[in-house]
């Protein structure tokens, strides 16, 4: 099946500096990635759709200057959380479809600790 | 809106137990439904799907079927293990590059 990558998969980082999360489709392009926060015990939550080329489709309540998205090619899409504070502390999330793949596969997550 | 609504977990079962975790949704059309499966520290994997009514997903052991009349898509296996011990996840998309809508989630713990 299609693998979705998603780099790191874990990290640390002090309040008040910015995180840049990779997320990469491995074997297909990706024309739509999603990118989804789940808190602990809880369900995932749609944060914005991304098309390649094109600005990101933000939900209602997620701040776009905080969670910036792009997604400038077929295979990678990026999410970088500005100025984090320990609020933005989550497992990240994203998805992708695309081209011969009409599911979403999901990257393995990626755990953000902000202190 | 469009939504999931799955049974509130967590639902924990003896080995070769028989599980059913209950999904039922909303929507506007003709979703497809799918059934996610989270292992801990993981991401989502899927686990079925269904596209139309009376279609039945299975992989693994795990069954569910797209039932327009009650609107539901109840996961179901007749013998789990430990090793199903897991969060699951019903969701229902209603076209192609649409985003997935989630249910909250269900916990299943297995027992020896």
């Known amino acids: 099946g299609a693998v979705v990558s998603q780099h790191p998969s874990w990290v640390i980082c002090k309040s008040g500096t910015s995180v840049k999360i990779e997320c990469r489709s491995l074997?297909?392009?990706?024309?739509?990635m999603f990118w989804y926060r789940q808190f602990p015990k809880q369900s995932l939550m749609l944060m914005a759709t991304?098309?390649?080329?094109?600005?990101?489709?933000?939900e209602q309540g997620v701040e776009k200057d905080k969670f910036l998205i792009n997604h400038a090619s077929l295979t990678l899409s990026t999410l970088t959380v500005t100025s984090a504070h320990p609020e933005d502390s989550s497992f990240y999330i994203c998805s992708a479809s695309g081209g011969m793949v009409s599911e979403q596969y999901f990257g393995p997550g990626t755990r953000l600790t902000v202190t | 809106g469009d939504s999931v609504t799955q049974m509130e977990g967590p639902v924990t079962l003896s080995e070769e137990a028989f599980l059913t975790i209950n999904c039922t949704y909303t929507?506007?059309?003709?979703?497809?439904l799918f059934w996610y499966v989270q292992y801990p520290g993981e991401g989502l994997q899927l686990l079925l799907k269904?596209?139309?009514?009376?279609d039945k997903g299975s992989n693994k052991g795990f069954e569910a079927t797209y039932r327009k009349e009650t609107t539901s898509f109840h996961l179901e296996k007749g013998s789990v293990q430990v090793s199903d011990s897991a969060v699951y996840f019903c969701a229902s998309r209603n076209s192609g590059n649409t985003p997935l809508v989630f249910g909250k989630g269900t916990r299943l713990s297995v027992i020896a």
């Open positions: 929507a506007t059309g003709y979703p497809s």
């Open positions: 074997d297909f392009q990706a024309t739509t």
């Open positions: 269904a596209t139309k009514a009376d």
């Open positions: 991304s098309n390649e080329g094109s600005k990101a489709t933000y």
